[in-house]
């Protein structure tokens, strides 16, 4: 099984780590079980490196469930900016992604699912807090509840 490398770059009170991911790598569920094993409860991060294909998500509101967008074609990673949070006692990750085609155009949206190739580069940085998300009944969504 393919599987990113970690580094804790920083241990003061917010612990920073370094991720790389691999060609191969699927994202979304690696950096699930990162968090699980790092007992991460309210964390953020940011990449940038490339992907194979990916998943991407719109969310449509008057359905209250994500459009799925299909991108399947190597991929420059512009951006990625998300965060972590608790939600029913395990860790959520929240990512949204801008990616660059090969004709320079672009295509983003919420980060369903990514296959890595040839690397990811993360920065991630824990809180010393925690944050706990709530399902939102309007949205039929868990969103962050600051009131916890």
Do not use: R, W
């Not at 191969?24 to 964390?43: K, M, P, W, Y």
């Not at 994500?66 to 959520?92: C, R």
């Not at 801008?98 to 920065?123: M, N, Q, R, Y």
């Amino acid at each position: 099984m393919l599987c990113m490398k970690s580094k804790l770059i920083n241990h003061d009170k917010q612990k920073t780590f370094a991720l790389v991911f691999d060609a191969g790598d699927e994202v979304i569920s690696l950096l699930t079980d990162f968090a699980q094993q790092q007992n991460l409860h309210a964390s953020q991060f940011t990449a940038i490196g490339a992907f194979e294909k990916a998943t991407l998500g719109y969310f449509n509101i008057s359905i209250k469930d994500y459009k799925k967008i299909e991108v399947n074609e190597q991929v420059e990673v512009l951006s990625v900016t998300g965060d972590i949070a608790m939600n029913e006692n395990k860790p959520q990750i929240h990512a949204h992604v801008v990616l660059g085609k090969s004709d320079a155009s672009t295509v983003g949206g919420h980060l369903l699912k990514a296959i890595v190739k040839p690397t990811l580069e993360v920065i991630l940085t824990e809180s010393p807090s925690y944050l706990n998300k709530k399902m939102n009944k309007e949205f039929d969504l868990p969103l962050i509840d600051l009131t916890q």
